[in-house]
């Protein structure tokens, strides 16, 4: 039971580039989250899905896309990126009522030069 | 919309001493409640979490926290700090076990010897 896994752990990108940072979970949780942290300013979501074809915005949405086509993986797609989006990048699911909360991935470093 | 307060960026404890980090939340709902810790270059761990059960909850490493609705807080306590409690802790909050979690900014924990 391998929970949330996230690759890759480190990226360093060039202004302009794009991405797809990955997320997978295996315990069949219907909810997943993307959140950046940043120095000082905690967790912040960027965006959510309560379900396979289902997401919505968080509070930080810009500059990234989300799709959800399978319960298992929630890719966060960067489409052009800045160095505002240097951060580290969690990905996070859990069931309805949070009952167990939420299990958190390890993170992606990702750096924009 | 839901927030929470964590006062305090850094917090210094002495070994062996109490170890108090204070959690103000604001929601419209019921909120279910969360504290999460979180060692240098690692993903979030769930300290514990409220959801509208009993006010006091135990969680792991013998940490605990009060759910107070008339003080809308949930702060984090431990009787007697160990070395490997230096970490950062983040409360968190989200309504009616939605799938949107607040983050305070947390609090860098260090235990002096």
């Known amino acids: 039971n391998a929970g949330v896994t996230q690759t890759p752990k480190f990226q360093v990108l060039k202004t302009g580039q794009s991405m797809t940072l990955q997320c997978a979970q295996d315990?069949?949780?219907?909810?997943m989250s993307w959140y950046r942290q940043d120095p000082g300013m905690g967790l912040r979501l960027i965006h959510y899905?309560?379900?396979?074809?289902?997401?919505d915005q968080g509070e930080v949405p810009n500059g990234y896309n989300v799709s959800r086509s399978t319960t298992e993986d929630f890719p966060l797609r960067l489409l052009s990126a800045a160095p505002s989006q240097t951060s580290v990048y969690f990905c996070?699911?859990?069931?309805?009522?949070?009952?167990?909360?939420?299990?958190f991935g390890s993170g992606t470093r990702l750096t924009v030069v | 919309a839901q927030s929470v307060t964590q006062l305090g960026s850094h917090v210094s404890v002495s070994e062996g001493a109490l170890v108090l980090l204070r959690c103000n939340y604001s929601?419209?709902?019921?909120?279910?409640l969360f504290w999460y810790v979180q060692y240098p270059n690692q993903g979030l761990q769930l300290l514990l979490k409220?959801?509208?059960?009993?006010?006091l909850v135990k969680g792991i490493n013998g940490f605990e926290a009060e759910f107070k609705k008339s003080e809308t807080s949930f702060h984090l306590t431990k009787p007697s700090a160990h070395m490997s409690d230096a970490a950062e802790y983040f409360c968190?909050?989200?309504?009616?076990?939605?799938?949107?979690?607040?983050f305070g900014k947390g609090n860098q924990v260090v235990v002096i010897p």
């Open positions: 968190a909050v989200s309504e009616g076990g939605n799938n949107r979690l607040a």
């Open positions: 315990m069949n949780h219907e909810y």
């Open positions: 929601s419209s709902v019921p909120p279910y």
């Open positions: 409220y959801t509208s059960a009993a006010t």
């Open positions: 899905s309560v379900g396979a074809g289902i997401t």
């Open positions: 996070a699911s859990s069931s309805p009522g949070q009952v167990y909360g939420y299990t």
